[in-house]
C-alpha cells in the first residue's frame, strides 16, 4: 500500500526541518565565508577574479553536482533500494562512483590545460586591467578539481536521502565553509611571503573545503551498509538508465550555464565592482533559497520517486501540491524581508574594512532584483524532481532554453539603462516564466495537482506576508537612527525587525489557518518540546 497523503507531508516537514536546520548551518558560515571576503578583499580587482574563476567549474558543479546527476541518481537508487536488493544497489552505487571518478578527472585535467581561453571568453573586458586575466586563469586551474570532490559528494548525499540519513548530508556544505574559511584565511595571509596574491590562498581554501565536504559524508555511508566495490561495467543498465535520465537535463542545464556565460560577460563588461555586487546579493538570496527551496526538494525526492514507483498519481499529485504550498509559505515572506530590508541587512554583515558605503547601496540594489524570482526559484527546485519521478525531462529542458532566450533579449534592452541591475531582474523574470512554464505542463501531466487547495494557499500566504510588511515599514521608521548607527546597535534593530516580522506574519498565517504552515511549525514544535515524563 502507498502512504498517505497527510503521511507523506508529514514526513516532507520533518526531513525538510532536519535538513532546513542543516542548511540554515551551511548558509550562516557561507555568509561569514563572504563577510572574510568583504573585509579582506572589498568589491573589485581581487574579488572579480575570485568570482569569475569559481564559476568555471561551478558551471559543471550544477550538472554533476546538486543538478542532474543528482536527481537522475536519486530515482534510479529509490527503484533498486525498493525492488532490487542491497547488493545490487551498492553495486550500482560502486560503479557510478568509479565512473564519475574517471570521467571528471579527464574534465578536469582538460578544463585545467585551457583555463586562460576560457577565462578569454568568459571574461574578455578582464584584459583591460593588467595581470586580471592571468590572475583568474591560475585560480580557475587550482579550483577545477573541486568538480571531483563536489560531485562525489553529491552521489554520496543522494545514497543517504535514499536511506532517510538528511542531516549529515546537508551539514557536510558547512565543512565546505569552514575549510573555505580556516584555509583559505591561513593561505591569504601566508602566500603573500611567497609572493603569490592573498586571493589565491582564498582559491586553495575552496579546494580544501571540498574535500571536507565529501569525507565528512563517508562515515554515515558506512553505517548504512555500504561497502565500496571497485568496478566499472559501462554496460550495468542502472548506470545507463542514470546517464539516459541525465541525457535531456544536460541539455537542458546547458541553457542554464549559457545564462551563467551571458551574465558573467554582461557583469565583466559594467563598470568594476558589478561582478562582486552581484556575487554578494547573490549569496544573500541564497540563504532562503536554500533553507527552504533546496531543502523541501531534498526532502520531497526520494518520497515523490516512491509515490512514482507505486504508480501511485494522487499521493503524487498531493504531496507535490503539499509541498508547493509549504515553500511558498516560506519564500514569498522571505521575498518581502529581503526587499525591505536589503539596505540594512548588507550594511550589518559586509560594511566593514575593504567594503564601503557605496558597495552597500549597489549591492542592495542587486538583492532587490534577484529577490523577486525568489519564490520561483524555490519552486522549481521542488517541480523539477517530479518530472524524474514521472521519468519525462524534455519539459525542464524547453522551459530552460526559453529562459535563455528571455534573459539575453531583457538584459540586452535593458543593460544600458540599468547597468548590473539588468542582470540580476533578468534572473528573477527568467526564473518566473520557468516556474509558470512548468506548474501549466505539471497541472495538465498530473490531471489538475489540487489547483483550489494551492490557490487558496497562496492568496492566504499573502495577505499574511502583506501583514508582515506594514510592520516592517512601521517598525523600520521607529529604529531609523539605530540602523544607521554603531554595529552592536545595528544588529540589535536588524535582530528585532526579523524577529518582530517572522512573528507578525506566523501570527497572521496562524488566524488565516493555513494547514501546510500548522504542519511545519507543528514539527518545529515537536522538534523542541521536552519529552514529557514517563509515570
Request: hydrophobic letters at 55%; charged letters at 10%.
Amino acid at each position: 500500500m502507498s502512504e498517505q497523503p497527510s503521511s507523506s507531508t508529514g514526513r516532507i516537514a520533518k526531513s525538510a526541518g532536519a535538513v532546513s536546520g542543516a542548511v540554515m548551518c551551511s548558509r550562516v558560515l557561507g555568509l561569514v565565508r563572504e563577510q572574510v571576503f568583504a573585509h579582506m578583499f572589498g568589491a573589485g580587482y581581487a574579488y572579480d577574479a575570485f568570482v569569475v574563476a569559481f564559476r568555471i567549474p561551478n558551471l559543471l558543479r550544477d550538472l554533476f553536482g546538486e543538478g542532474a546527476l543528482s536527481a537522475a541518481f536519486v530515482t534510479v537508487f529509490s527503484d533498486y533500494d525498493s525492488n532490487k536488493g542491497e547488493e545490487a544497489t551498492w553495486r550500482l552505487a560502486s560503479n557510478v562512483l568509479v565512473f564519475l571518478t574517471m570521467l571528471l578527472s579527464l574534465i578536469v585535467l582538460l578544463g585545467m590545460a585551457c583555463a586562460l581561453p576560457i577565462v578569454r571568453l568568459l571574461a574578455p573586458d578582464f584584459a583591460a586591467a593588467a595581470g586580471k586575466t592571468e590572475l583568474t586563469a591560475l585560480m580557475t586551474q587550482i579550483m577545477f578539481p573541486f568538480l571531483i570532490l563536489v560531485a562525489l559528494a553529491a552521489a554520496v548525499m543522494g545514497m543517504l536521502n535514499t536511506k532517510g540519513k538528511f542531516f549529515v548530508p546537508a551539514m557536510s556544505s558547512s565543512f565546505f565553509n569552514l575549510g573555505s574559511i580556516i584555509g583559505g584565511v591561513s593561505l591569504a595571509l601566508l602566500l603573500p611571503k611567497f609572493g603569490q596574491p592573498a586571493i589565491v590562498g582564498m582559491a586553495w581554501g575552496t579546494l580544501l573545503g571540498g574535500l571536507l565536504q565529501l569525507v565528512v559524508q563517508l562515515p554515515e555511508l558506512r553505517k548504512t551498509g555500504f561497502r565500496f566495490l571497485p568496478h566499472l561495467d559501462l554496460r550495468d543498465p542502472g548506470l545507463r538508465r542514470i546517464l539516459w535520465l541525465m541525457l535531456p537535463a544536460t541539455i537542458g542545464l546547458s541553457a542554464t550555464q549559457i545564462n551563467v556565460f551571458v551574465n558573467t560577460n554582461f557583469a565583466a563588461s559594467c563598470m568594476e565592482g558589478s561582478v562582486s555586487w552581484l556575487n554578494y546579493a547573490f549569496r544573500l538570496v541564497q540563504l532562503p533559497i536554500g533553507v527552504f527551496g533546496v531543502a523541501f526538494s531534498i526532502a520531497a525526492m526520494p518520497v515523490l520517486a516512491r509515490h512514482a514507483a507505486q504508480k501511485d498519481l494522487p499521493g503524487l499529485r498531493q504531496t507535490f501540491s503539499s509541498s508547493l504550498v509549504m515553500v511558498f509559505s516560506l519564500t514569498i515572506p522571505a521575498t518581502v524581508g529581503l526587499i525591505a530590508l536589503a539596505g540594512p541587512i548588507i550594511r550589518l554583515i559586509f560594511e566593514h574594512g575593504a567594503f564601503t558605503a557605496a558597495d552597500t547601496a549597489r549591492t542592495a540594489e542587486a538583492l532587490i532584483c534577484y529577490s523577486c524570482g525568489l519564490f520561483a526559484y524555490s519552486a522549481v527546485k521542488i517541480m523539477v524532481p517530479v518530472f524524474y519521478a514521472l521519468n519525462d525531462t524534455k519539459y525542464p529542458v524547453i522551459s530552460s532554453f526559453m529562459a535563455v532566450a528571455v534573459n539575453i533579449l531583457f538584459i540586452t534592452l535593458t543593460i544600458d539603462m540599468l547597468s548590473f541591475r539588468a542582470i540580476a531582474l533578468s534572473t528573477s523574470c527568467s526564473m518566473v516564466l520557468n516556474f509558470l512554464f512548468l506548474g501549466f505542463v505539471l497541472n495538465r501531466k498530473l490531471a489538475g495537482f489540487a489547483l483550489k487547495q494551492l490557490a487558496i494557499g497562496t492568496l492566504k500566504i499573502i495577505v499574511a506576508s502583506a501583514v508582515m510588511a506594514f510592520g516592517i515599514i512601521g517598525l523600520k521608521m521607529l529604529l531609523s537612527s539605530m540602523l544607521q548607527g554603531r554595529l552592536p546597535m545595528q544588529l540589535v534593530s536588524v535582530a528585532l525587525l526579523i524577529g518582530s516580522a517572522s512573528l507578525l506574519y506566523a501570527a497572521a498565517l496562524h488566524f488565516l489557518k493555513l494547514p501546510e504552515f500548522d504542519e511545519i511549525t507543528g514539527k518545529l514544535r515537536q522538534r523542541f518540546a521536552k519529552p514529557k515524563p514517563r509515570t
